[in-house]
């Protein structure tokens, strides 16, 4: 990630000299490198002084043992213990895992609040988003010409809204150029703030102590919740007022850092990036490493700055030359920021319906003074939210999106849009495609899956069964958990890992005879599915290439937009599903549950958005590039699932005695993809590419898969998007 960011610096330097009338590219590419470079320094020393303070600490606390450090790709340097004499179980379970009270947090976190993993992920939060925003910045600049079309081909899409007042006339080109310097600001801006919150939450915590409390406690953070968010309120608050100052005073100074920020868009974005920090860590609980939160934190800031320019560009445009979104100022943003905006928007002013409900769901009936009562009050608060959701869509969120329209109603613009695709009718049947697909699947899963827990229950001697839609308040003795249950999570009361919802059934014990036969004729005549957890996972990476490549190839645009409206879908299934909002609580959770894996051991299920967003990202940032907006389709659909699948049959040679990831996985990944690659060039679909440069980006991409214990849905497609855009592959 360094190494990348590094090139990525060098290549803006030497190869871009944007021609422009109103700026110079120079001169800001001077100040912009400059801010990189100081980060990429920071960086550095911020690894060299845990370095040298876990050998320093180890050696002083570890007389008698032998310490081991290991360094992931992301930059994380982790301290493992060993005695000089293990344990047989330490010898059969292998490597000891790494001690995690030497990892980073945020201010006011402990290591209970993240996603187990062998690594930490700094560099991936604190350098992914400045990598990204390079790249979105290299792609405007080197197309050079600032009157140029900077509508990427065969996108069916009216053309970027522009301003023309006092301040100045700028073309769509030259404020796309202008956004992305901002761009590179705010992902300094926001790492710099996680880096802060690291190193002073470090800083505290040697004032305590030297490691964290067993029970995965910190003992600097106060064990109350309402004195852990005075806390982080108030640190916010400091660190917002010390950004403003810093950014006055580098003005003040005519130095050129943070200089395409206003003092307003830096207090409101870094009160913005720290909340989002608070609130993924607080709801979205061991569901993120630390470097997870700090993209997902960047990418949440870089949407609500987007969302607040456009509101600011309508209301008045008399302040502003231009429209300073990051992406065109097209419809395609407008609706993806009503979307998915508007979609948290909904679910953070109905908090109080889903609260209720998940509160009510999760409550044993003995303990409601009117038990009767409670499917009644579930009903009622689901009802609250159908509707309250009903009216903030249509309203308040469709208000805003009519307004960024000129005053075009949204649904009729949607229809009008849908009938004028590249043949009449194309667009529908586009949808419709998506839509059979979808639902075929989906369905045949839920058939299949009650098929497989009802097989179970009926060959089960004393089991308990998970039985769907019981409350968990059902007062029984638990015998045992079913098979199903394995990597499972909490949700409202319906996971298994907690209060599931239980009965104590056991059922007679047959002859053994008849057993094997009953076990026989109904694996037969039910077709019950034998994947494993992996392979039903990989069937949707699988679903993914099938469903999107023709929608990427004949029509991005509409698929950028059909990508913002799923992500939005997603969004609310997982109000429905965490809440438990009645009726589809239960089912949505014991659907969702049987493709779990250890990534997923936090309150929120997020395999499902970070497959989608790392299907979509490289569509979402516009590059221009067809073969580049497949990157993420054949990533996780193509060379995902073949490095998983060639990895565990055949894999051998392993990168490190801590990864399960092999050498022969890695090679499938990369002969894959650019197989594939060769595949789309062959039919169209895709330009002319360099094979060599393009192998290279894939190989650089399936070391930083095989080395990171990141969630690489998330991040890979990211960083192979910014990689290939940099070295560019035509």
């Given at each position: 990630m360094l190494g990348t960011l590094v090139y990525a610096t060098s290549t803006i330097w030497e190869e871009t000299d944007f021609q422009s009338s109103h700026f110079s590219s120079r001169n800001y590419n001077l100040w912009i490198l400059t801010e990189l470079q100081c980060l990429i320094g920071i960086v550095v020393l911020y690894m060299l002084w845990m370095h040298n303070s876990l050998i320093s600490s180890s050696l002083m606390a570890l007389p008698g043992s032998e310490v081991t450090l290991s360094v992931a790709n992301s930059g994380t340097i982790g301290l493992t213990r060993r005695s000089l004499s293990p344990r047989p179980s330490e010898r059969r379970n292998g490597p000891p895992s790494i001690n995690k009270p030497y990892f980073g947090f945020v201010?006011?976190?402990?290591?209970?609040?993240?996603?187990?993993?062998?690594?930490?992920?700094?560099?991936?939060?604190?350098?992914?988003?400045?990598?990204?925003?390079?790249?979105?910045?290299?792609?405007?600049?080197?197309?050079?010409?600032?009157?140029?079309?900077?509508?990427?081909?065969?996108?069916?899409?009216?053309?970027?809204?522009?301003?023309?007042?006092?301040?100045?006339?700028?073309?769509?080109?030259?404020?796309?150029?202008?956004?992305?310097?901002?761009?590179?600001?705010?992902?300094?801006?926001?790492?710099?703030?996680?880096?802060?919150?690291?190193?002073?939450?470090?800083?505290?915590?040697?004032?305590?102590?030297?490691?964290?409390?067993?029970?995965?406690?910190?003992?600097?953070?106060?064990?109350?919740?309402?004195?852990?968010?005075?806390?982080?309120?108030?640190?916010t608050i400091g660190v917002s007022f010390s950004v403003v100052a810093l950014k006055v005073a580098f003005q003040l100074l005519s130095w050129g850092f943070w200089q395409h920020l206003t003092w307003l868009e830096v207090a409101v974005s870094s009160l913005f990036y720290q909340f989002t920090l608070y609130v993924a860590v607080r709801l979205a609980h061991r569901s993120f490493t630390l470097g997870e939160l700090g993209v997902v934190a960047y990418g949440g800031t870089a949407l609500f700055m987007e969302l607040l320019n456009v509101t600011r560009a309508r209301i008045w445009p008399q302040a502003t030359p231009f429209v300073k979104t990051f992406r065109l100022p097209t419809p395609l943003l407008v609706f993806q920021i009503a979307l998915v905006a508007g979609s948290f928007l909904t679910g953070f002013i109905l908090s109080p319906f889903l609260i209720l409900s998940r509160q009510i769901a999760q409550r044993p009936i003995r303990r409601l003074r009117y038990p009767e009562q409670k499917l009644r009050h579930r009903r009622i608060l689901a009802l609250g939210f159908y509707i309250g959701a009903l009216i903030i869509i249509v309203g308040v969120i469709g208000l805003w999106?009519?307004?960024?329209?000129?005053?075009?109603?949204?649904?009729?613009?949607?229809?009008?849009?849908?009938?004028?695709?590249?043949?009449?009718w194309s667009r529908a049947v586009l949808l419709g495609y998506w839509g059979v697909l979808g639902s075929l699947s989906v369905a045949?899963?839920?058939?299949?899956?009650?098929?497989?827990?009802?097989?179970?229950?009926?060959?089960?001697?004393?089991?308990?069964?998970?039985?769907?839609?019981?409350?968990?308040?059902?007062?029984?003795?638990?015998?045992?958990?079913?098979?199903?249950?394995?990597?499972?999570n909490t949700a409202g009361g319906i996971g298994p890992t907690s209060t599931t919802p239980t009965l104590g059934l056991t059922f007679p014990n047959l002859p053994s005879g008849a057993t094997v036969a009953t076990d026989w004729l109904d694996a037969a005549d039910k077709h019950v599915p034998t994947l494993r957890l992996n392979a039903r996972r990989k069937f949707f990476h699988g679903l993914a290439v099938v469903m999107f490549v023709p929608g990427v190839a004949?029509?991005?645009?509409?698929?950028?937009?059909?990508?913002?409206?799923?992500?939005?879908?997603?969004?609310?299934?997982?109000?429905?599903?965490y809440f438990a909002i009645y009726p589809f609580g239960a089912s949505v959770h014991l659907f969702m549950n049987e493709f779990l894996d250890q990534k997923d051991s936090g309150t929120t299920i997020l395999s499902h958005f970070y497959l989608l967003t790392g299907c979509a990202g490289p569509l979402w940032l516009e590059s221009g590039s067809s073969l580049v907006e497949f990157s993420g389709i054949l990533m996780l659909g193509v060379g995902d699932s073949l490095a998983s699948i060639v990895g565990k049959r055949m894999g051998i040679h392993r990168w490190s005695p801590t990864s399960s990831k092999s050498l022969e996985g890695s090679l499938a990944f990369i002969v894959s993809i650019v197989v594939c690659a060769w595949i789309l060039r062959l039919f169209g679909m895709v330009e002319a590419f360099s094979t060599v440069r393009y192998a290279g980006v894939i190989g650089c991409s399936s070391i930083m898969e095989a080395l990171s214990d990141q969630n690489d849905n998330l991040t890979l497609p990211l960083f192979t998007w910014s990689l290939a855009v940099l070295v560019g592959v035509r």
């Open positions: 201010w006011m976190s402990v290591p209970k609040n993240y996603r187990e993993s062998t690594d930490d992920g700094i560099c991936t939060g604190l350098l992914l988003g400045p990598l990204v925003s390079c790249a979105l910045l290299y792609s405007s600049l080197s197309r050079r010409d600032p009157t140029s079309n900077p509508l990427p081909p065969n996108w069916r899409i009216e053309a970027p809204f522009s301003l023309n007042n006092s301040k100045g006339s700028y073309t769509p080109l030259e404020a796309l150029v202008l956004s992305r310097y901002n761009a590179v600001d705010l992902a300094v801006m926001c790492s710099s703030i996680l880096l802060l919150h690291i190193c002073c939450s470090w800083c505290l915590e040697h004032q305590y102590s030297s490691s964290a409390n067993i029970d995965g406690e910190r003992k600097s953070v106060p064990r109350s919740e309402g004195r852990r968010l005075l806390f982080y309120v108030t640190f999106t009519r307004w960024c329209l000129d005053n075009r109603d949204p649904w009729i613009w949607v229809i009008f849009w849908l009938l004028e695709g590249r043949k009449k045949g899963w839920n058939r299949q899956l009650a098929r497989s827990r009802r097989f179970r229950a009926r060959n089960s001697t004393g089991e308990t069964l998970v039985v769907p839609g019981v409350p968990p308040s059902v007062d029984n003795t638990i015998q045992g958990t079913s098979s199903g249950s394995e990597n499972s004949f029509d991005p645009a509409f698929t950028h937009l059909c990508f913002s409206a799923v992500f939005a879908l997603f969004t609310f299934a997982e109000y429905v599903r």
